[in-house]
């Protein structure tokens, strides 16, 4: 029976996860398809940048991987000191890397005033995407790395 996410990782316990991804119905992520010759090769490429691309965003290291042709080998550690610290600026910085964010997040990184009102809703929308951001790193690091689209 599968096991959920959030039991399934403990930062208390260990901080590095090695972590497995696979392809379904014989589908090829790189390499080549013998039934098919066709290649994709060409994926490995855009499966490591955008590895890389999302450690950097959720905050942890990658420490080892391998792209193979029906599936990922990925061992990460999850740095979530380095999380925690984050401010609302450094939250929104790492969000609109990721994600294109709203007219009011990008009003305040710009340093631009805000109303009260603006100001209270930047608060709710920082602690959703610092929510989303603590979760990604403390429970889903791996559906995040993992589901590239390719």
């Known amino acids: 029976m599968a096991i959920a996410r959030k039991r399934q990782v403990s930062l208390v316990d260990t901080k590095y996860y090695h972590c497995i991804s696979r392809c379904v119905r014989r589908a090829y992520l790189c390499g080549e398809d013998k039934a098919t010759g066709k290649s994709y090769e060409h994926r490995r490429g855009w499966v490591e940048e955008k590895l ?80 989303h951001v603590y979760l990604y790193i403390n429970s889903k690091v791996v559906y995040a790395l993992i589901k590239v689209e390719v």
């Open 52 to 131: 890389l691309q999302l450690a950097k965003v959720f905050c942890i290291d990658v420490c080892a991987y391998a792209v193979m042709s029906n599936h990922t080998h990925i061992v990460l550690y999850v740095d979530d000191k380095k999380a925690k610290r984050l401010n609302d600026k450094a939250i929104l910085i790492r969000w609109h890397k990721q994600f294109k964010g709203t007219w009011l997040t990008h009003k305040f990184i710009n340093g631009e005033p805000l109303t009260n009102s603006e100001r209270c809703l930047l608060s709710v929308l920082v602690n959703t995407y610092d929510t």
